[in-house]
């Protein structure tokens, strides 16, 4: 009886299928006229994100992070405080994230201009680790804006003329920090070759709050998408066909009034609930 059980088991699993392979690009803002497979951003009634069980951060404290002269930091530093406790933020509590916090900036001087994300970014964070300049938990998120003149490389791929930013994971458990990830965005300047092709509005600092809200919904509702490799663990809300919650309704913007009373510029979201792309609740 043991014997038989042994290889009937051996057999379910060996007859499990495949998972399927998570595409390198699923984290990225994707400039205007480019797209990961024809499905993504039709928005179409069948978007649906499934929860595959994954980290989401259900309390974002956001800790921007300036690399060199990055612009707006003022600004940004209030639309981060303002944004995660706005109606638009109030979406992701259908996906067991609450309302967070945000605190301002810090700066470090840029020590490159052309940076990789694997090569050059995760050791500049986790260098910033090691020195205690930044404290990770599972509830941080770093985005990093980028000074002009500033261009980013990652899966091969460039700012700017591929992507408009995107956000990442590095497993940071061997440096027993008490926490396993460090979850991070990067945000390049969007003046330059950025200009035009991120965003429908004239303002290039609304621009950039569009694109800042695209990566931060997705990092809060799917947080460890940079370790990911097959649609499955550690993903958490994921639409195989469509994406993350911000791919979407990419580059559809909207607006929402901060805590502070303000109003910002933010990308749509996928709402479950509501079938539809987004800025806020009924």
């Known amino acids: ?25 699923v984290s990225w803002h994707l400039k205007d006229g480019v797209k990961k497979h024809e499905a993504l951003n039709l928005a179409a009634a069948s978007a649906h994100l499934t929860n595959y069980g994954g ?3 259900p309390k974002v404290e956001v800790h921007p992070i300036y690399y060199g002269a990055a612009q707006y930091q003022s600004q940004t530093n209030a639309f981060y405080a ?16 609450q309302r967070g916090s945000a605190v301002a900036g810090i700066s470090v001087s840029a ?6 994300d694997v090569k050059d970014i995760h050791p500049f964070l986790i260098n910033l680790i090691k ?18 003149g500033i261009s980013i490389t990652q899966g091969g791929s460039a700012s700017c003329a591929v992507f408009c930013a995107y956000h990442g994971t590095i497993d940071i ?14 945000i390049p300047d969007q003046g330059g070759s950025c200009a035009g092709g991120c965003g429908s509005n004239p303002s290039t600092v609304n621009n950039m709050f569009s694109v800042a809200s695209h ?36 580059a559809q913007q909207g607006t929402t009034v901060g805590a502070d009373g303000v109003t910002y510029v933010v990308q749509k979201t996928w709402s479950n609930a509501d079938n539809a792309c987004v800025s806020k609740r009924p």
């Open 173 to 186: 458990s061997s440096l027993n920090v008490g926490t396993k990830y460090l979850f991070y965005g990067v």
């Open 82 to 97: 303002g944004v995660v406790k706005s109606a638009w933020y109030d979406i992701f509590a259908q996906y067991n994230v």
């Open 215 to 250: 990566e931060l919904a997705e990092a809060v509702t799917d947080a460890a998408v940079g370790v990911a490799t097959v649609i499955g663990l550690p993903l958490a809300w994921y639409d195989k066909t469509n994406g993350e919650i911000g791919d979407i309704c990419n």
């Open 55 to 57: 980290p989401v951060i």
């Open 1 to 25: 009886m043991l014997f038989s059980l042994v290889l009937t088991a051996a057999a379910f699993v060996s007859a499990a299928p495949t998972a399927e392979t998570l595409p390198h690009s």
């Open 131 to 148: 020195a205690g300049t930044i404290k990770p938990t599972a509830n941080t998120y770093y985005p990093i804006h980028f000074a002009p």
């Open 111 to 116: 020590a490159k201009t052309s940076l990789d």
